[in-house]
């Protein structure tokens, strides 16, 4: 599934978009391994995605004057596009082979690759699916404590799970597009814990309005456009607002 991120124009964590739209468009493509017999959790993919775009953007091939650098500052001078297809036995493997970085969380495993051009995807990622990653969650998922980053996800939205690993993947950027390098080092340094969970519907309004970094979808899929779908909640990030969160 896909998805653009852009935050709340009240936010201060505004990222401008003017003349993104007219820049070549690039994607970053995220692959989560969904084994017909064991597909994984849906939280667990979930956070396994937003990890993987963290592990990318950490990772020092994509800085500086790595191998994939230019094709990172490339998708991120254009819209920010992500897209999930899946994945399943042969198909993982000539995934797994292509140049990028496999991330696994508790089951879930999710390869990201370095950004593409929207229309020149590789021959073995374009012919994935994006549908067929309906998954779920045998248990619901616990509480998380109070210092893990958490991304909420908008509780009157209903979006596949291959759509909202696009859009908390796009929360995680937002929030390491905000740390300092300290907070990024440190982050990067515990293995980028983080938790993903649906927001309590009474809350929503008021995280949506917090001063923390808003996705808003560019509606290209299953949702309209300027819906608000993830609010990236960072220790770090909340301290460094007016009132400290």
Excluded at 71 to 76: E, L
């Amino acid at each position: 599934m896909t998805g653009t991120d852009t935050t709340s124009p009240s936010s201060p964590f505004h990222n401008e978009e003017t003349g993104r739209d007219a820049a070549p468009q690039f994607v970053l493509p995220l692959v989560a391994r969904i084994e017909r017999d064991d597909p994984p959790a849906r939280t667990d993919a979930l956070e396994t995605a937003a990890r993987a775009v963290l592990v990318l953007l950490s990772d020092e091939r994509a800085a500086g004057e790595g191998e994939w650098a230019q094709a990172v500052r490339d998708w991120q001078d254009a819209r920010i596009r992500k897209v999930v297809r899946r994945a399943r036995g042969a198909e993982w493997r000539r995934a797994e082979a292509l140049p990028g970085i496999t991330v696994t969380g508790q089951r879930a495993e999710v390869r990201v690759f370095p950004p593409v051009p929207l229309d020149g995807w590789p021959k073995d990622l374009a012919r994935l699916q994006v549908s067929g990653t309906e998954l779920s969650d045998p248990e619901p998922p616990v509480a998380p404590d109070a210092v893990r980053p958490v991304l909420w996800l908008n509780p009157e939205l209903d979006m596949s799970a291959g759509k909202e690993m696009a859009q908390t993947g796009h929360g995680a950027q937002l929030a390491w597009w905000e740390l300092t390098e300290e907070e990024r080092a440190a982050w990067r340094a515990a293995g980028f814990p983080l938790a993903v969970r649906s927001a309590d519907p009474a809350a929503w309004d008021a995280l949506t309005r917090s001063g923390l970094p808003v996705v808003r979808d560019a509606g290209f899929t299953e949702i309209a456009p300027g819906s608000c779908t993830v609010v990236a909640d960072h220790p770090a990030l909340r301290r460094a607002l007016p009132y400290g969160g």
